[in-house]
Nanobody, 126 residues
């Protein structure tokens, strides 16, 4: 079935940038809405960003608006999260998620997603 492989996490200083990538092994990547979620230490998993299957519609949690950008390349079967102006509170494990959809919707609840990546650690030092 669909497998999501993430990369790009690491250690960065406050104010720096990271670009996370999520490659999908799915046969019909363009039919999946995609999302990014994160779990900070001792906190619950939270929504970060989502993108519709065409890439035409996106959504962000308020705390990352203007700093993070989600994008996708359906030819490369990949979704990306460009993170700029990183803050220590952005620290956490970031997860890529996919949901099969036959409409051009996006989803912001983890309960909506069927497939998940392994998670990649992002650490922002102060």
């Amino acid at each position: 079935q669909v497998q999501l492989v993430e990369s790009g996490g690491g250690l960065v200083q406050s104010g720096g940038s990271l670009r996370l990538s999520c490659a999908s092994s799915g046969r019909s990547f363009s039919n999946y809405a995609m999302g990014w979620f994160r779990r900070a230490p001792e906190k619950e998993r939270e929504f970060v960003a989502a993108i519709s299957r065409s890439g035409g519609y996106t959504s962000y949690t308020d705390s990352v608006k203007g700093r993070f950008t989600i994008s996708r390349d359906n030819f490369e079967n990949a979704v990306y999260l460009q993170m700029n102006s990183l803050k220590p509170e952005d620290t956490g494990v970031y997860y890529c998620a996919a949901k099969l959809n036959n409409r051009d919707d996006y989803f912001t609840s983890p309960r909506d997603y069927t497939y998940w990546g392994q998670g990649t650690q992002v650490t922002v030092s102060s």
